[in-house]
Every structure is written in C-alpha cells, then in structure tokens.
C-alpha cells in the first residue's frame, strides 16, 4: 500500500482522480483503532478499485465555550500513518479558513428535536455544528459512501436524519463500536485517563453489558413461561431444578415483560451507582434507553431496536458509550 496522498484544499481534493466508488471516512484526527476499523470497512466497501478519502478536521463548531477545543489532541503525521496501514487512498486535512472561508458560518444545518436530547441536552450546539461541517465535508469531499462509528449513536442517528430530509446523494453505513480488550469504548479522550480513572470509567461498559444481560434472562423467562402453563406445579417443578429465579410465578415473569424498558435501565443504572462510590468517583451525566429514530425514551411495552447509552465524567474527562438492543419476539 502506498503512502496515502495528504491535501490540505478543496482545489487539490477536487482535482484527485477516482475510480469506482468513493468512501469517506471524516475523523478529528488523533485517530486510534476504532477509526482504523472504519477505515478498513471503507475499503471493503468501496472495493480495490474505489478510492477511500480520511478526513482530519477539528470542527470549531462543536466545541462549547468550556470544552476542549485547545486540548484536542492534533496528530497528524501519526493519523496519516494509521490511515495508511488501514487502507486509505488520501488524506484530506483542511485548515479551518479552508472550511470556513468566511469565518463562522452565519447559515448552519439544525438537528432539530432530536439534536436537543441526551448529547444535545448537555452540549447546546453541539449538533448543529456537526452537522454543519458533515454537510460541507459532504460537499467537498462528493463520495458514494460516507461510515460513522455506532459508538456516537446519536451522531450518527442525525447523519442519517440529514441526509433523508436533504437528499444528500450518498449511503451512511455504521460500523460497531470498538473496544479495547477491558471492554472500554475506544475514545481519543481515553488517553486523558489516569490508571485508576481508567479502572472507574470501566464502569460504562459493565452497566451496558449489565442492562443487555437482564435484558436476555428476562426475555428467557417470558419464553420459558409462555411455553408452558402458569401454574403452581410449574413453579414446584423449577425449583426442583434448582433453577431458583424461574421458580417464581411464570404466569407472572410473563406479564412482567411490559416492565423490560425499566428492568434493563434498573439494571445498568446499579452498576454506575457503585462508581459513584468509587475514588475517583463517576459522575453520571445521564443513562437512556432510547428509540434510535428519535432517541425519545422508550416506554413500558416498546418493542423493536433500541439504544442503551451513557455518558458520565469520571475526573475531568468526560465519556460516552451505548450499546443497541431488541425488544421483543424473545430478544
């Protein structure tokens, strides 16, 4: 593989010969393996005879008055190392008068409703200016094919938003979240992590994989219970078992299923109560069990996909993580 191209101008992006189709991959830079993993996807996706462009850019649009705009790691000849191996043909690192040539822009993409949810709720702004600079980067960049990572679920739910109510001329392809070996959710703040930060922020993960547990021994039971009659002779007939937590009223783990929403998030949410103990302690920004169309909360009785996610402080370093899970037919 050859050394990807480095542009720094639309000029010179426009003027990059292509072949088949074109993926991109948009990145603030400081790239880790999560972002090679969707580097890799978009080679795969765009095939050896495409072209696949990375993008390295630190939006100023997304960054509140008290976040970490100065702080943010910038590392590009190491990015372009890492988009290389992974399989990028070019590299397109604007400058911010390159972007915004005309200083902040006075017209900006909305996010709307959804935009003002969980994420959008603790950041005002955040989206709007996400999507702002996704749309130009669309613009500049013209692929067939642009990934995301699922890790920002809700990021990647308004990317999808926008480019169904602008048609945008491209197809927006997820890619699962990636995860070091202890479970934490690749980030390029997780270098901000001390060691016993880093032990306490493993708390996101465990309270999703906690809710996503509950989730599969419920759903176990209500297909247990459903497949035979309720009845105090069944629940003898469990215990006899030795299966202790289906020895209950079946008829009534059954009934029960209305109450999942609550059961996974009950679940999850014990899991960041303990962190809150811990020294240093985590501090929960919010936990949400949310329909991904809207990211609305979703209620007793909601069957379909749905997001489980997190976002919490743990020191100065702020985290997010979800995971995506079904209700119904038995999860």
Not at 33 to 41: C, D, P, V
Not at 133 to 158: E, I, W
Not at 205 to 218: E, K, N, V
Not at 261 to 271: F, G, K, N, S
């Amino acid at each position: 593989m050859s050394e990807p191209l480095l542009l720094h101008t639309a000029e010179e992006l426009h003027g990059l010969a292509r072949s088949g189709r074109r993926a991109v991959v948009m990145t603030m830079g400081a790239l880790h393996e999560g972002h090679a993993t969707l580097i890799r996807t978009a080679r795969e996706q765009a095939g050896q005879g495409g072209q696949v462009v990375v993008t390295v850019f630190v939006n100023p649009l997304q960054f509140g008055a008290n976040e970490d705009l100065d702080r943010y790691p910038r590392t590009l000849d190491a990015d372009r190392r890492i988009a290389e191996a992974a399989g990028a043909d070019a590299v397109f690192a604007p400058a911010v008068d390159e972007v915004y040539p005309g200083g902040d822009p006075q017209v900006r993409i909305s996010a709307g409703p959804m935009g003002e949810r969980l994420e959008g709720a603790t950041r005002p702004g955040h989206f709007d200016g996400m999507l702002t600079v996704v749309a130009k980067l669309l613009h500049l960049t013209r692929p067939d094919l642009a990934l995301f990572g699922q890790k920002d679920a809700q990021q990647l739910a308004l990317i999808r938003r926008m480019v169904t109510d602008l048609n945008f001329p491209v197809e927006v392809v997820g890619v699962p979240t990636v995860r070091e070996e202890d479970g934490l959710a690749l980030s390029s703040r997780n270098r901000y992590l001390s060691p016993v930060e880093r032990r306490t922020a493993l708390a996101l993960s465990r309270a999703l994989f906690a809710g996503r547990d509950r989730l599969a021994a419920q759903a176990a039971l209500q297909a247990r219970a459903e497949a035979s009659p309720a009845s105090d002779e069944r629940a003898s007939a469990l215990a006899k078992l030795g299966e202790v937590r289906a020895s209950a009223d079946a008829h009534a783990v059954s009934v029960a299923g209305c109450g999942l929403p609550d059961a996974v998030r009950a679940a999850a949410l014990h899991i960041l109560e303990e962190a809150g103990r811990h020294e240093p302690p985590l501090v929960l920004d919010y936990l949400a069990l949310v329909d991904p169309q809207d990211f609305t909360e979703a209620g007793p009785g909601f069957t379909g996909q749905a997001v489980l996610a997190v976002a919490a402080k743990v020191g100065t370093t702020r985290l997010i993580d979800n995971i995506p899970l079904e209700f119904g037919a038995h999860s």
